[in-house]
Structure formats: structure tokens, C-alpha cells
């Protein structure tokens, strides 16, 4: 649990990237109980008791353990905090625009949140008369991968998307569809 | 009795004020029913499908203090769908008709439109308080309705609510007229407000004792606000990040140790530890203290903190406390009655912040204890006995141990023997909640020895129908049973149907009760609603016809004077 750093970045593991150490996601198990046999249900608590593997590993339930949402959030707010305090600083540029700017990502809880952000940033540099809405028609806003690869934002979860991207680029209407 | 004038039966009335009581002397005949229901004034309805709108309006047409329930606890837990039922505005519009003259309104679990909120505001010319607790369907434009509207509010108070932010305007709709406000609670609110608007809408309401803002109130607000209102007794504040040194925290502690009065404190979203030497001023007047929304303060940070805190009654921490901790609050805190543990860490791999021992130590400290709600990854049969012990005035008592059915780690045994004990030695007990691994013996005491209990919650505990048949045969007061992935089928579901009629509502999800257990005990019982809850995915695919075999996966049965409702939408089957 200790090594952390780029250890941590080559291991190998079955989950997503910027999952938890669980490699498995929440399970729904109540989809699948409908169809237990009476002898399942009843040992079903006591598989659990069995099983000494870390809790992180085993299925979850929906529902548990019996946390209100605005709770579970808060959690996965300070495990964010705990793993990583500083936070992820990535530099945006758009095309035309005489300098760049950075971004935290830790900040921001979702897509929409991010665009918003970038969107007050970049306003002010929209050409012509128009004022165009940063992420709408017009733009589209990518990142380098850590592959090196320029994505389209928004295609993977959010939390996968922070820990995999480098760089931001808001590209213009006409590089954006590949003219 | 009845030679009295009916002034005065109906000042003798005067002097009930429980619920219970109310509705017991209204059964006595006649004359005392109809005297009850013309000077009732406060009416409590559990269950908002057990009784129609307008009947209630029509029976007590005197009502200033209404309160309504709607889904099932579960609920909180995502385990009832999103659009199960629970409608608010079907009784506001029966209110609206029947009792103009409303003046307060608690509404808990409901769905409560813009539109519901909209009528609220203009159609009751006295209205002073509305609570809405874990409701949802509103948005800020519901509540700037009753802002501009209810002249003489006194009461806003949104606790843990999903309300959509369509800006920051609401707050703002508060007239400059007003200045009756004593609570304002929109600490559940993800959106700005306008800073300035509430300084200067506090600033006017000289009454105001209780104030929780959301995480969008800075600390620089927080202190111009904490100027304005130093009879505060209630605080939540808002985030509370600044950097120590600076000027806006100097500022914010000068404006605490003005505020002599305040004695309850919640909020503290992202706080650094070192900020919270702020607070050490007011410690010693703390009665009810909520950290439970500060995961970045640590064990060490809050003991700091607590042993400041030694009027402190009420409780509301995060597991990484630690044993030690707790350790200090017991040591600390004498006149503790409630405690709340919650967990942090419930994604992570389980370093095991708080066990028995925290529990024990707070036991033997904290004499008073009567309130228990504690997430911890262990417990062991000889805690339990020695935590029943020492605190035999236990009203509430729920324990959840993270891992489900897990055994007492020291002998691998269930805890059926600790929770016996608590319950054999709390003979106060209302409310129960159970974990860890549990057999039928578990439910053979409870149902011979928690005679006062009214709600029992039940999780992956149980070995067959017995269990079920010993709470329902047992619990003469009980009111309200839910039960999730329990080995409880059809035999346990029809042991006992009249025990239905009892109690407020059954809960059953992920257990074994099939559909033609669930159509039969709707036969027998014309008076109880059996709802058979279906999850989407099973929607699409089940056929036309499920046999009666197949078992059902979530079960709602409640008693009911309204019949089936007309509102339930195509996934809820009511038999």
C-alpha cells in the first residue's frame, strides 16, 4: 500500500484507470438475486464472513452500507484529497490565443463544470462577432492521453479522464472537423 | 366527564399534546371525537398514502401544523425507485381547500415540485414555517416563491434535500420588509447565493437564532455575517477554507467571541485543521457539535478540538476519530446523550478507523448515551454485553458494521448474544438497527424482550422464516419493520397478517418472498396496500405474466384507509 508514485502508475491491475484499488466496480447484486435458490440466500451472509480478502475487493450490494449519497460523496471527495493533495494542473491553449492558460482538475466535479471554467477563460479570445460558447458547435475541446494521443473531453468517466490527461487544447470549428 | 360544556373538555385536550394521546381520546365517543377534531391544531401523518388529503383536512379543519411522510426510510439508501410516489403537492392543494389558515409545514421524504411551492406561498396568508427533510423535485425558483410571498416566515429549513440551482436570485426574494426570519437553514443547496443579500436579510431579522449556510459562503462572508448576528444559537457555517494568517480569519474569530449565545455547530465543509483553533472559544458552551462532513480533520485534530467540548450532548463525527479519540470523549464529554459515527474511508481498502473498543470506552464514559448511530468494521458479542451494561437508557441504537454478516472476530461467533443483551437491558428501546452475523436467536430476543420497540431495520441477518415470526409475534409496539437480503419467504410474510394493520409499514427487498405470498396476504388484508416494487432492467424483460413463484424483489405493505393509490407509476404493481 506504501509504494505509491510510479510504482503505482505501471502496476498492472484489472481495474479502470482512476478507479479506486478495487478492481472490481460496485456490483449491483440485487439484479442478480432474483433468481437465488433459498440455499444461496442463506449462505449468503455467511460466503461474506468467510471471505477475509480485503473488503474492497468483495462485490457491494446497492444500498450499502446504509449512507445517504450526500455522505458517500463526501468520502469520495477526501479519498481524492488523501491520494494525491495537490492538485492536477494541466495547461490549456486555444488556437489562436497569444498565451495559455492552467487548470486545476481536482477542482471541478464534472464535464460541465470544466466547460464552464474554460469557457469564462477563453471567452474573451472568440473571433469575430460571435461569441462562442467554448465546447458547443464550434470548438471542440481536447486532451493529450498519456499515450500521447489528442481524445475528444467527455467520452470516459470523469475520474478516469483526470488521471489519463495532460493537456487541454480548444480547437477551432474547422481543425475540429478534420478540414 | 361528558356532563363538562365542551370549553371545557376541549381545555382538558389543551393539555395532550403527544399525537397518541390525541387520537386515543378521540375513540372514546362521540361528543370527545368531535371536540378532539375541532380544536386539534397539530397533525402528524406517517404515511402519506395511508390516508387521503382531503379527509384529513375535512376531520381537522383546524390545522396550523401539518407534517407528512413519504417514502419508506430505505429510500435514503437509493433502494426505492426514483419515481416511486410520494407527491407533496396533492396535500398542500387538500390544505389550501380545507385549512387556509395553515401556518407550518414538515414534510419529509416527499417529492415537492416548483409548483407545490408556488401554491404553498399564495395560498396561506399565515404561514410561518416550512421544513423540507431528503425531499427533492424543487429547484431555487420554488423557493424564491416562498421567499416573495410568505410575509412573516419564520421558518426555512432545507435539510439534506436535492434541489436543482436555477441561480442565485432566491435568496434575494426576500423583501426588504422582512424581518420576522428565526431559522434559515439551505445548507443542502449546491449553488451561490448573493453574499450581500444575506448579510443584509440577516441583518434585519433581529430574531434570528438559527443559521446554516451551504458550502458557497466563504469564510469572509461568514464573518461579516457573524457580526450582524451575535445572538446566534445555531450555526452551520459554509466552507471554511482560509489560510490561518489571513485577515478574514482574524476577523472571523473576533466574530465568535462575540457570539455568546451559540451552542450548536455543523457545517465546516473542507476545513484545514489549523482553522479550527477558531472555534475553541465557543467550545465550552457547545451542546451539539456535527463534524461529520470535515473528512480532512484527523484523530488528532479532533481531539484537540473535543476537549474543549464538555457540555456537549450531541455528537456527529467521522470514523477517523479513531478508538483514542472516542477515548477522549468519553473522558470529556459527560452530558453526551446522542453519538454518530459515520464512516470515511467506505471506497477504501478498510485501515479500521473505529472497533469495539471506541464503543466500549464511550459506554463507560458517557452515562447518558441514549442515542447510538456507529459504522465501524468489527464488533464483538463482549462489547455489546458491556456496552448494555453501562448504558441501559438506550432509546436508539444502530450499529452497522461495514462488512455485512460479519462474525465477532475474537470467537467467530454471531452476535446474536450482544444484541440480546441490548436489548434485554435497554427497556427503552424505540429503535433498533442491526449488523454483522446474525441467526434466528437474534430475532427470538428481540422479540421476547424489546417490548417499547417501534422500528427495526434488518440487513444479510437470519437463517429462515422463524426470525421474522418471533419480531412480528414479539413486538407488540412495533410500527415500522424493514428487511433487505434476509431469508425470510412467504411462511414468515403470512404468520401473522393481522400484525400488519399495527404497524405503520413492512419493508422486504432481496428476500424470499414470491408473488403469490405478496397476492395472498393482499387477499386476506383488503385494508393493506401491497406494493410490489419492480426494478426497470426486470421490467423490460419479464413477461407478461410472472408466475407466482417468482420472487419479488423489493415489497412495500402499509395499512391504508385511501385504498390503492392512483399515483403509482407502471414499475409499482399494487395488489
Redesign the interface.
Known sequence: MEDLDNLKATELTLGLPGTSDAPEKPATVSSRVNRRTNEECCTFARNRSEDTAAPAAKARAVGWPPVRSSRMNSCRARKMETEDNSGIYVKVSMDGAPYLRKVDLRIYNGYKELRNALDDMFRCFSLGGVEAHIGESDNAITYEDRDGDWMLVGDVPWEMFISSCKRLRIMKGSEARGQ | MTYFPEEVVEHIFDFLSSHRDRNIVSTVCKAWYRVERLSRRSVFVGNCYAVRPGRVMARFPGTKCLSVKGKPH?A????VPHDWGGFALPWIEAAARGCPGLEELRLKRMVVSDESLELLARSFPNFKALVLVSCEGFSTDGLAAIATHCRGLRELDLQ?NEVEDHGRQWLSCFPDSCTSLESLNFA?LKGEVNAGALERLVARCVNLRSLKLNRAISVESLARILVRTPHLVELGTGSFTVEHRAEAYQRLIHAFRKCKSLKSLSGFWDVAPRCLQSIYSICPNLTVLNL??A??IQGADLVKLIRHCFKLQKLWVLDCIGDKGLAVVASTCKELQELRV?????????TAAVTEEGLVAISSGCSKLNSLLY?C?QMTNAALITVAKNCPHFTRFRL?I??????DPDTNQPLDEGFGAIVRSCNDLRRL?LSG??TDTVFLYIGEYAARLEML?I???G??DKGMVYVLNGCKNLRKLEI??S?F?DAALLENVGKYETMRSLWM????VTLGGCKALAAKMPRLNVEVIN?R??SDEMEENPSDM??V?KMYVYRTLAGARNDAPEFVDIL
Request: include cysteine; charged fraction near 25%; proline fraction near 10%.
Open positions: 430505505f435514503d439508501f437509493n433502494l439534506e443542502c461529520s462532513y473528512p480532512a459515520f464512516p470515511s474511508d467506505i471506497y477504501g481498502t478498510g459504522f468494521h452497522c461495514l462488512d455485512p454478516g460479519k462474525p438497527s452475523l446474525l431495520s440487513a444479510f441477518a437463517d429462515s433487505r437480503d431469508p419467504g427487498s432481496s428476500c424470499d426494478d432492467v426486470e417468482h420472487k424483489e
